[in-house]
């Protein structure tokens, strides 16, 4: 829903959404009391303007990634996140297979989609900065059976 409200992504840094003039004002306020209720608005001050949360531009520009197409590199995400911050880690996973990243180990995950945008906003908004590493490369083949990201 937010990312029709929004195209390109470099519009979500300090994006701020007002509510549209509708002929159904109740239907609009119900959209966006729906989106601050998920946390993917907050208001700003007392006027009628929002802002978008964290939660908010990552799920806008997951929506603007599945767009895209492979440029032939290779991104990968390696962690070591310690066992305290499970649910952190597991929060972590599951943002990078909603953006179609291929597990090839439990801590090395793989897409040929170029989201390292999105990437470095999942792993800020869990605070996983410290534990985290997005590699950018191409895939050189040692042997001649296939690798599970080339395919």
């Known amino acids: 829903m ?9 519009a979500i840094k300090d994006f701020v959404i007002r509510p549209p003039r509708t002929p159904d004002p109740k239907w609009s306020q119900r959209i966006f009391r ?8 907050e208001p700003i001050g007392e ?11 990552i799920n806008t520009l997951q929506e603007i990634v ?28 599951y943002r990078l297979s909603q953006l179609g990243f291929k597990m090839e180990q439990k801590s090395v ?5 170029p989201c390292e945008d999105l990437v ?9 900065g410290k534990y985290t590493a997005l590699i950018i490369g191409t895939i050189l083949p040692l042997d001649k059976r296939s690798h599970s990201v080339s395919s």
């Open 47 to 57: 006027s009628d303007n929002f802002y978008l949360t964290d939660l908010g531009k």
């Open 120 to 128: 470095k906003l999942v792993v800020e908004h869990h605070e996983l």
């Open 109 to 113: 995950w793989s897409s040929k989609i």
């Open 66 to 93: 599945k767009n895209r197409k492979s440029d032939g590199r290779i991104r990968a995400v390696i962690f070591d996140i310690p066992e305290k911050l499970k649910s952190k880690r597991n929060g972590l996973r």
């Open 34 to 41: 729906y989106l601050q209720t998920e946390g993917y608005i």
């Open 2 to 10: 937010l990312a029709s409200m929004i195209r390109t992504s470099n």
